[in-house]
């Protein structure tokens, strides 16, 4: 998908980022926690013009290559897009139709969990708290 614009066989090393502006290769030390912003130090002389079209790039071999840009990004589906705003439309008129109380589902929970007793327990020590 790239090609190879210039070979110039730059060696990498892991500690710095590598990258190209105005047809040179620079390097600038990674960010690492504690230590200070490294200043970019340039490499070599590419030799060669940037075009906009293209995103321009150190390769592993430590050539220069180059990659179409991609403007606007990806193109979405139309289809999956309509379908998610039925969905929502759906949701929100159920929701609006039928409303829950709060206290019916926290008995059933409770009942669920413990039986009977525990239900009318709690709800004695909240009639209690109340006056």
Do not use: C, H
């Not at 500690?15 to 504690?34: I, N």
């Not at 592993?60 to 179409?68: E, F, N, S």
Request: charged residues 45%.
């Amino acid at each position: 998908m790239a090609e190879k614009v210039a070979k110039l066989g730059v060696e990498r090393e892991k500690d710095f980022m590598y990258y190209v502006k105005d047809g040179e290769v620079w390097k600038v030390q990674r960010k690492q926690p504690g230590v200070p912003k490294g200043r970019p130090e340039k490499v070599a002389d590419g030799g060669f013009e940037v075009d906009t079209n293209y995103i321009y790039f150190v390769d592993r071999d430590g050539d220069v290559a180059r990659a179409k840009r991609a403007v606007g990004g990806q193109k979405r589906k139309k289809k999956a897009a309509k379908k998610s705003a039925k969905r929502r439309v759906a949701k929100k008129s159920a929701r609006k139709a039928a409303p829950k109380s709060r206290k019916s589902g926290a008995k059933k929970k409770v009942a669920a969990k413990g039986g009977k007793a525990k239900a009318k327990a709690k709800g004695k020590a909240k009639k209690g708290k109340k006056r």
